[in-house]
């Protein structure tokens, strides 16, 4: 038996994130993005003006729906690159009727290991 473990963060405001998804720049830049890639891949990818990525890649940074990687370049010239920060995004009404967004993040590379020895720890305390 295998332990299921998300993470998730409740924190986010529900205006910035809703907005930002309902931009169709946003969400095709969102949907490029299968892997990390520069700028200028992303504005080619999605189909997006350069100067456009560069915005909505910002909103989705701030939106923390993106993050921005640093690629180290042994000459010195680094180079920014755009990964989404999300597996699923939820928007509900709780119990005060306030709507509150729940982003589904991926787990990190730590974190799943520590999944997978926590799973190996219940599998032996259980036999």
């Known amino acids: 038996m295998s332990l299921d473990v998300q993470s998730f963060d409740r924190s986010p405001d529900p205006e910035r994130v809703i907005t930002v998804l309902d931009d169709d720049a ?3 830049i969102v949907s490029a993005l299968e892997e990390p890639m520069t700028v200028r891949e992303v504005s080619d990818e999605a189909d997006v003006p350069l100067s456009t990525t560069y915005r909505k890649l910002e909103r989705l940074t701030e939106t923390s729906l993106v993050s921005e990687t640093m690629e180290i370049r042994s000459g010195g010239h680094h180079r920014a690159r755009y990964v989404t ?8 009404l709780d119990d005060d009727r306030d709507f509150r967004v729940e982003i589904e993040r991926p787990l990190s590379d730590p974190e799943r290991q520590l999944v997978g020895i926590w799973s190996e720890v219940r599998e032996e305390t259980r036999s």
Request: aromatic share 10%; glycine share 0%.
């Open 26 to 28: 946003c969400r095709e």
């Open 85 to 92: 920060n999300f597996d699923r995004v939820a928007v509900e």
